[in-house]
Structures are given as structure tokens and as C-alpha cells.
């Protein structure tokens, strides 16, 4: 069978490239000297499965996108309150290069307009000089993508010798004493962390990473925390992708991040990463071909963020009273997915609801592939209930996803069903 992602993406791809509207970023000259009519789309889902289509290997610099995962590789190495002391998480409503800070602490507003960027570089090894920060970003961006990545010179050469605005919002945070470090140093740092090379494969697995809880489903890698990823997505939800973050929030729902240089990235939490690249912009900054396709992906493929199917009545697989080998009975109830608050609620609630429990209660958890804290917690407290209740409870549990111990007594954990009901604990 031909496979159908592949030719899906070929399709978006295909009637995307119609559009040849836009322009190029010709305020950065390597940029100007770009293809216009590149075009590549690509997707990975958390288990390592990378669908490419169109100009998905041409390298291009990864610019605006690095500072999602730079501001991330900060979080990781000097803490939450570290970060946000410097960088505020507010949505600015202004264009990326916007010389907008707050106006009591001097803070720029998010870490993905420039000026936040520029805080966030200085954040990464701070008693490290500019190479020593560099190393640490592109090697943080590695790990995202699965790949050693490297520096376009070119592209650095060409880009730090008309950043004055770069410049102009370093001095600004400087006075503000948001920079301890010589301004010019901060925005050739920047400059070169804007300047990595990337894919638009590269992208949709780094974008993958965080969909996988910030493990890399090409490596295995534990990059980032999943705390660190959830911050993360939260800001490019409202921040990351400009002055558009409201208009892309309610007609795409993907939370994104944009670069001048006509790469999009998005992620989809526990499913996927895609990534586009066409390197035509529209008045905000954003590939006009990309955000296309980014609108047909959300449309067709039912991905927009609060487009949600209510998960709590998939969670129960099956209900079923048996006769164990003892002779005795017992209700087994199989759960299944995904466990979150509204899952075990449906658990809890079932539970409630049953005035006959058997004697003995068994909980397979095998086709359980994650559980929440909250959700695990009222796991293991009804199990506690119904044993003080007077029954016995036995957690089929395979994985040991739950974390439960047995205690020997109404509390038992076994591997299988089987073993469950032989009563062979």
C-alpha cells in the first residue's frame, strides 16, 4: 500500500504553491538572494516517523524560530524565577523588532520579539563568554533536532552588519540593567544563533521534541522537562508568532513560531511536529505559503487546539464480572489511553455509581500508555477507598504506570489479567 501521509502532504504542498504573493526579507542581504519559490512541508510524529515532501532537506537559518528552544535551554539552566525576573510572558501585540520594554522594570514583555531574545541569549552561560553562550545554544538546538547542526557564516556576516535595531534594543535593556554583558556582544551572539542552519525536517522533529514531552523521538534524548515544555508551548501560543498571535490562535490553533527566513513550526502536544518552508512574507514576517498550509492542516486534519473530542468515556475499555480460579468473583475493569483528570473522574465516578461491587476489584492498566499526576493520585486513592470498603484490589500493571506498591494484603499488583484472577500474587 502506497503510504498516505507522504501524498497528503504532497497535496497541501501542491495547492499552496499557487500563492506567490509575498516578498523576501531583503533588509538582511542573504536573505534577499534567497529561491522565492522553495517550498518544503514535514512532519514527525513522538515515535520517530518523519514524513518530507517538496524542499523539506534545502537548508535555510533557522532566525525568530531558535527563540523558543533557546528560551527554553535558559528555563533548564537558571530556573523558572530566574527567567521571568528578566522576561515577562505577556503577548505585545507588536511587531517582532518592536523598541518596546515594560515600563516599571525595563523587563521586554515575552521571549519572542527581539528584545526578549536578546535577554534570553545573555541568560545562556552567564559566566561564559559570547563563544562559550553560542556553543551551549547550537548545541541545545542539536539536541532538539536530532542532528549536529552548524552556523551559516555567511548568513552571520551579512545579517550582524545591519543589525542596528538589534543594537538599538540591546542598549535599551542595558540601561535597564537587563544585559550585564557589552551590548554589541549580546547581539553578535544573537546574530549567530539566528544564523544556525536548519530543514524543514529539522524543524518538524525539534517540534516533535516538544510534542513528546521534550524527549526527541529520533534519539531517545531527554532535552527539557515536560515543566519546561509547558511554558514553552504557552508563550508560543500567545507570543509566537508576532503581531498575528491572535488571528493565527482563532483561525489556525497550532501553537507556532515564525522566522523571517520563511520557516513555521508548530506543535501538536502528545502527537506531532510540523514544519513548513517558503521564504515569501507576508506584512507580519510570516511565510505566506506556510501559513497556508498551517490553515489547511487545522482545517482538514481537526488539529486547532480546542478542537478537542471529549476523552473521559474512551477511558473505561470494558466492564466485566468473571469467576476467578478461587471460585470467588470479581468486576475487572480495563482502562485505557490516555489518563487525565476527566479520565479518572469517569473512573471515580463509574466506581461510585456501582453499590455491588465483588468482592475482589481488578484495574487492568495494561493499554494505559500515560497518567497524569492528578489522575494517578485519584487512582490510588479509590483503590484505597474501596479497600477500606472491605474489598480486595489487585492492579494489573504491567508498566508499573501507576507507581502503586503492593502491600501483601487487599492491595496486590500482578503483570496480567490471569494472574489477577488465579489469585497468584
Given at each position: 500500500?502506497r503510504?498516505?501521509?507522504?501524498?497528503?502532504?504532497?497535496?497541501?504542498?501542491?495547492?499552496?504553491?499557487e500563492?506567490?504573493?509575498?516578498?523576501?526579507a531583503?533588509?538582511?542581504?542573504?536573505?534577499?538572494?534567497?529561491?522565492?519559490?522553495?517550498?518544503?512541508?514535514?512532519?514527525?510524529?513522538?515515535?520517530?516517523?518523519?514524513?518530507?515532501?517538496?524542499?523539506s532537506?534545502t537548508?535555510?537559518?533557522?532566525?525568530?524560530?531558535?527563540k523558543?528552544?533557546?528560551?527554553?535551554?535558559?528555563?533548564?539552566?537558571?530556573?523558572?524565577?530566574?527567567?521571568?525576573?528578566?522576561i515577562d510572558?505577556?503577548?505585545?501585540?507588536?511587531?517582532?523588532?518592536?523598541?518596546?520594554?515594560?515600563?516599571?522594570?525595563?523587563?521586554?514583555?515575552?521571549?519572542?520579539?527581539?528584545?526578549?531574545?536578546?535577554?534570553?541569549?545573555?541568560?545562556?552561560?552567564?559566566?561564559?563568554?559570547?563563544?562559550?553562550?553560542?556553543?551551549?545554544?547550537?548545541?541545545?538546538?542539536?539536541?532538539?533536532?536530532?542532528?549536529?547542526?552548524?552556523?551559516?557564516?555567511?548568513?552571520?556576516?551579512?545579517?550582524?552588519?545591519?543589525?542596528?535595531?538589534?543594537?538599538?534594543?540591546?542598549?535599551?535593556l542595558?540601561?535597564?540593567d537587563?544585559?550585564?554583558?557589552?551590548?554589541?556582544?549580546?547581539?553578535?551572539?544573537?546574530?549567530?544563533?539566528?544564523?544556525?542552519?536548519?530543514?524543514?525536517?529539522d524543524?518538524?522533529?525539534?517540534?516533535a521534541?516538544?510534542?513528546?514531552?521534550?524527549?526527541?523521538?529520533?534519539?531517545?534524548?531527554?532535552?527539557?522537562?515536560?515543566?519546561?515544555?509547558?511554558?514553552?508551548?504557552?508563550?508560543?501560543?500567545?507570543?509566537?508568532?508576532?503581531?498575528?498571535?491572535?488571528?493565527?490562535?482563532?483561525?489556525?490553533?497550532?501553537?507556532?513560531?515564525?522566522g523571517v527566513?520563511?520557516?513555521i513550526?508548530?506543535?501538536?502536544p502528545?502527537?506531532?511536529?510540523?514544519?513548513?518552508?517558503?521564504?515569501?512574507?507576508?506584512?507580519?514576517?510570516?511565510?505566506?505559503?506556510?501559513?497556508?498550509?498551517?490553515?489547511?492542516?487545522?482545517?482538514?486534519?481537526?488539529?486547532?487546539?480546542?478542537?478537542?473530542?471529549?476523552?473521559?468515556?474512551?477511558?473505561?475499555?470494558?466492564?466485566?464480572?468473571?469467576?476467578?480460579?478461587?471460585?470467588?468473583?470479581?468486576?475487572?475493569?480495563?482502562?485505557?489511553?490516555?489518563?487525565?483528570?476527566a479520565?479518572?473522574?469517569?473512573?471515580?465516578?463509574?466506581?461510585?455509581?456501582?453499590?455491588h461491587?465483588?468482592?475482589?476489584?481488578?484495574?487492568?492498566?495494561?493499554?494505559?500508555?500515560?497518567?497524569?499526576?492528578?489522575?494517578?493520585?485519584?487512582?490510588?486513592?479509590?483503590?484505597?477507598?474501596?479497600i477500606?470498603?472491605?474489598?480486595?484490589?489487585?492492579?494489573?500493571?504491567?508498566?508499573e504506570?501507576?507507581?502503586?506498591?503492593?502491600?501483601?494484603g487487599?492491595?496486590r499488583?500482578?503483570?496480567?489479567?490471569?494472574?489477577?484472577?488465579?489469585?497468584?500474587?
Amino acid at each position: 500500500m502506497r503510504p498516505l501521509i507522504p501524498d497528503y502532504l504532497a497535496d497541501v504542498l501542491s495547492s499552496c504553491a499557487e500563492d506567490d504573493s509575498g516578498a523576501l526579507a531583503t533588509y538582511i542581504p542573504e536573505l534577499a538572494r534567497a529561491d522565492p519559490n522553495r517550498f518544503g512541508v514535514a512532519l514527525s510524529t513522538v515515535d520517530g516517523a518523519v514524513y518530507c515532501t517538496g524542499d523539506s532537506d534545502t537548508e535555510f537559518t533557522i532566525q525568530s524560530i531558535s527563540k523558543p528552544f533557546v528560551y527554553a535551554l535558559a528555563l533548564q539552566d537558571r530556573g523558572f524565577d530566574a527567567v521571568l525576573d528578566k522576561i515577562d510572558v505577556e503577548p505585545s501585540g507588536d511587531p517582532y523588532n518592536e523598541l518596546s520594554l515594560e515600563g516599571s522594570t525595563g523587563r521586554p514583555l515575552n521571549p519572542m520579539i527581539n528584545a526578549g531574545a536578546l535577554a534570553t541569549h545573555a541568560l545562556i552561560e552567564p559566566d561564559g563568554d559570547v563563544q562559550a553562550r553560542v556553543e551551549r545554544i547550537v548545541s541545545g538546538l542539536s539536541a532538539f533536532a536530532g542532528r549536529e547542526l552548524t552556523i551559516d557564516e555567511a548568513a552571520f556576516e551579512s545579517e550582524v552588519g545591519t543589525a542596528y535595531r538589534n543594537r538599538a534594543l540591546a542598549n535599551m535593556l542595558r540601561s535597564y540593567d537587563n544585559l550585564v554583558f557589552e551590548p554589541l556582544d549580546v547581539v553578535r551572539g544573537y546574530t549567530r544563533q539566528c544564523s544556525v542552519l536548519v530543514t524543514t525536517r529539522d524543524l518538524a522533529v525539534m517540534a516533535a521534541t516538544l510534542a513528546n514531552g521534550g524527549v526527541s523521538p529520533v534519539t531517545g534524548e531527554h532535552v527539557i522537562s515536560p515543566r519546561i515544555v509547558r511554558q514553552v508551548l504557552s508563550v508560543m501560543t500567545t507570543c509566537g508568532m508576532y503581531d498575528s498571535a491572535g488571528d493565527w490562535l482563532s483561525t489556525v490553533g497550532i501553537p507556532a513560531k515564525s522566522g523571517v527566513s520563511g520557516g513555521i513550526l508548530g506543535v501538536l502536544p502528545g502527537q506531532s511536529g510540523l514544519a513548513t518552508f517558503s521564504p515569501r512574507l507576508d506584512g507580519h514576517g510570516n511565510s505566506v505559503r506556510g501559513v497556508r498550509a498551517f490553515e489547511r492542516f487545522s482545517d482538514q486534519m481537526g488539529l486547532h487546539l480546542m478542537e478537542v473530542a471529549p476523552p473521559a468515556r474512551g477511558v473505561i475499555r470494558a466492564e466485566r464480572e468473571v469467576r476467578m480460579a478461587d471460585g470467588g468473583l470479581a468486576d475487572v475493569f480495563s482502562l485505557q489511553g490516555a489518563i487525565r483528570f476527566a479520565g479518572a473522574e469517569r473512573v471515580v465516578r463509574t466506581l461510585a455509581e456501582d453499590t455491588h461491587l465483588a468482592p475482589h476489584v481488578v484495574f487492568d492498566v495494561t493499554y494505559v500508555f500515560s497518567v497524569n499526576r492528578v489522575a494517578g493520585a485519584m487512582l490510588r486513592e479509590v483503590a484505597q477507598r474501596i479497600i477500606a470498603d472491605g474489598h480486595i484490589v489487585t492492579i494489573v500493571d504491567p508498566e508499573e504506570i501507576l507507581s502503586i506498591t503492593p502491600d501483601g494484603g487487599p492491595l496486590r499488583l500482578t503483570r496480567t489479567v490471569t494472574e489477577a484472577l488465579g489469585n497468584k500474587v
